[in-house]
């Protein structure tokens, strides 16, 4: 991969860092349940770190970035999903919540994979350890509130 295609990735995943942001910032503006409304806004606020990590990389010279040029990154190969909104009911909102933060986990593992400079790899193995920390928050909420047990 050369380097300016790198960066347009990189560019795309900040995006996706602002969208994020964007939908737990609405989501917790309207939630109702003090516990939702604070794990969106501690989703929100580490999606926010998320793009500052991410925008330092942008500000890299071009030669900085390693990556093995043979490997098909499949960036293009995701489904995009629909769009984030903040009037969706509660579980259509966590499915939408999980999607994201999957497809994130799955692009920053795909970099960290594909990274040949070790500082590289590790970084964006973290990002994907993050996101998959959210998407298993996400996930127990989803199951407590699509599934809950009747006595």
Same mark, same amino acid.
């Not at 769009?83 to 009037?87: F, H, N, Q, W």
């Given at each position: 991969m050369k380097a300016e295609d790198a960066k347009k990735i990189i560019s795309t995943a900040? /995006?996706?860092e602002v969208e994020a942001y964007t939908f737990y910032r609405s989501v917790s503006d309207r939630a109702k349940d003090p516990a939702l409304k604070v794990l969106f806004d501690e989703l929100a606020g580490e999606e926010k770190k998320h793009r500052e990590f991410l925008q330092a990389f942008l500000t890299k010279d071009v030669a900085r970035l390693h990556f093995n040029p043979g490997k098909d990154y499949k960036v293009g190969d995701a489904i995009p999903g629909p #769009?984030?909104? #903040? /009037?969706l009911k509660p579980l259509d909102g966590l499915v939408i919540a999980i999607k994201k933060e999957l497809e994130a986990m799955q692009m920053y593992t795909q970099l960290a994979s594909l990274s040949t400079d070790t500082e590289q790899q590790f970084l964006f193995s973290q990002l994907a350890n993050m996101e998959r920390s959210h998407k298993a928050r996400l996930e127990d909420i989803y199951t407590n509130m699509a599934f809950p047990e009747v006595w």
């Open positions: 900040i /995006d996706r #769009a984030l909104t #903040a /009037d």
